[in-house]
């Protein structure tokens, strides 16, 4: 059954039907999670990751377990962007899904360069080496910005706050008008909608999108695991950020009304200013 929650809604799905079991690829990786994670915001710690570690590392899931969230609302020729793609193997899965325009950014030209040699025999990819607050990507350039973990990495950055909307608006910049983005993310609906969708008008970072909310079960570590289906914490969670044009718009009209506004004051206070001399 699903939830309404605002503007969102929470499923609880698991999938595939079954049980999940933890990805092998690069498992041991989750070993260090803690001690890592006060680097994520360091470009030289992923370099150096990603020579020590040459083998492919996927964050939450293989792309298997989220393909029909992708499949159901993305078009095999629509322009997809990996969002800090690091040397996870998702856009060459998505390449080997039948989608035809796939390109994957990140910071760490360590990774881009690894990935040039994977990818050497796919025509549909594309790499480049930018960072997601500030790409200088041409605006509109994206039907889709999938995004694996990037998020959760940024938000580990002490100036989450400010790097996260960075990077927020410069998805919504990238995005058609009618776009989708898609985070996979550990974080829960309580503490990850407040990054993900603003519905203030008046503010800058207002989102021009509608999101959807589905929660997977976690891989169990060993089969026996017993997840607690009520515990919030037992899940991974998709978001799914659908861009509405009139949504677009308004924030379009309400940046102009802001413009004129702003102009009038500083008008004002110039007339001011000359009768006080």
């Known amino acids: 059954m699903t939830t309404p929650v605002g503007s969102t809604f929470f499923t609880p799905k698991n999938e595939l039907g079954g049980v999940l079991k933890a990805p092998k690829v690069g498992e041991k990786e989750f070993e260090n999670q803690y001690s890592d994670v006060c680097n994520y915001n360091r470009i030289h710690f992923w370099d150096q990751r990603y020579l020590d570690d040459l083998e492919p590392f996927e964050w939450f899931y293989p792309y298997e377990q989220f393909a029909e969230i992708v499949n159901e609302r993305v078009a095999k020729e629509a322009r997809i962007l990996d969002a800090g793609c690091g040397n996870s193997e998702l856009i060459l899965n ?43 990507l041409p605006k509109d350039s994206y039907d889709c910005i999938i995004d694996k973990g990037l998020l959760d990495s940024i938000i580990c950055n002490m100036q989450s706050t400010t790097a996260v909307a960075n990077y927020i608006t410069e998805v919504e910049r990238l995005l058609v008008e009618d776009g989708i983005f898609i985070v996979i993310s550990m974080g829960t609906p309580d503490e990850r909608l407040k990054y993900i969708e603003h519905y203030d008008i008046d503010v800058p970072n207002f989102t021009p999108w509608y999101t959807d909310v589905i929660a997977m079960d976690k891989p169990r570590i060993v089969e026996s695991e017993e997840l ?3 515990d919030m914490n037992s899940y991974y969670f998709v978001y799914i950020c659908r861009v509405e044009p009139k949504l677009v718009k308004q ?7 802001l413009a004129i506004k702003k102009k009038r004051l500083a008008k004002l206070r110039k007339k001011n200013h000359k009768n006080d001399l």
Do not use: H
């Open 251 to 257: 924030k379009k009209d309400r940046v102009k009304q």
């Open 94 to 136: 998505l390449a080997d899904d039948g989608f035809t325009d796939i390109t994957g950014v990140d910071w760490s030209r360590v990774v881009i360069d690894q990935l040039k040699t994977r990818c050497k025999d796919y025509d549909e990819i594309q790499l480049k080496c930018l960072n997601m607050q500030d790409t200088n």
């Open 228 to 230: 607690d289906p009520d």
